[in-house]
Structures are given as structure tokens and as C-alpha cells.
């Protein structure tokens, strides 16, 4: 039986969403570039997996919808270390857009990618 996994997609994906999500923590934290610059791993793997699982989809619109869904609840399961970071004035807190934005955008170009290579593989 054939993969229905588009790995085109989900590399691609994965690792937009690598590079968004990490752009979005140091936008919201300046010290996680500087001295702190090892916890970018912790962002930078959510991104992967967002990014990798969404543009594994193969397809723009499922993987829009799965990448938007995908950071809304891994923000909302993160939400008490942000919500502490923003407390103690060492972060702020993303607005509702950019959590959305960092799995939407990663799985759309995963899909667009994932969808590409699977019509090429079709007509091959």
C-alpha cells in the first residue's frame, strides 16, 4: 500500500515552521537570541513538528487547517510557562494572529510543496 504521506511536504513544512515559530519567539523574547539562544530549541522543535505533520498533508487547504490547529493547541497547552514568562516581564505574549500564522503559513507551503511532488510523481 503507498504512503500517503507527502515527505516533500512535510520536510518543507517542517522546517518553515522551524525558522517562523523560533522568528516569533525572538520577537517576543530579544533575550532568546542573546545569551538564552539554546532555548530556541524548544520553539524550533514545535515548529518541526507543526510545520512537518501539516505539510505532510499534501494538500494547501488541509494543511492550513491542520497547522492552524496544530499551534492553536500547542500554544494553549504551553500558555502557563508563557503566560509566567510574561509575568516576570522576560517575554510578552504573542497576539492571537501570529499563533495562528506560525501553523498556517508552514502548512500551506508544506501542502502547495506536497502537492506539487505528488502530481509530478503522477505524471513521471
Do not use: D
Not at 500554544?75 to 514568562?85: D, R
Not at 504573542?94 to 506539487?116: D, F, K, L, R, S
Request: no cysteine; glycine share 20%; proline share 5%.
Amino acid at each position: 500500500m503507498a504512503s500517503r504521506i507527502s515527505w516533500a511536504g512535510a520536510a518543507v513544512g517542517g522546517v518553515v515552521g522551524g525558522i517562523v515559530r523560533v522568528a516569533v519567539a525572538a520577537l517576543h523574547s530579544p533575550t532568546i537570541v542573546g545569551e538564552n539562544f539554546p532555548i530556541t530549541i524548544i520553539p524550533g522543535t514545535i515548529g518541526i513538528i507543526t510545520g512537518g505533520v501539516a505539510g505532510g498533508t499534501g494538500r494547501i487547504l488541509l494543511g492550513t487547517v491542520v497547522g492552524g490547529g496544530l499551534s492553536i493547541l500547542f500554544y494553549l497547552s504551553s500558555m502557563p510557562l508563557v503566560g509566567l514568562l510574561n509575568i516576570l516581564g522576560a517575554a510578552t505574549l504573542p497576539a492571537w494572529w501570529e499563533v495562528v500564522a506560525v501553523g498556517v503559513i508552514p502548512g500551506a507551503i508544506g501542502g502547495a510543496v506536497g502537492q506539487i511532488a505528488t502530481k509530478r510523481q503522477g505524471t513521471a
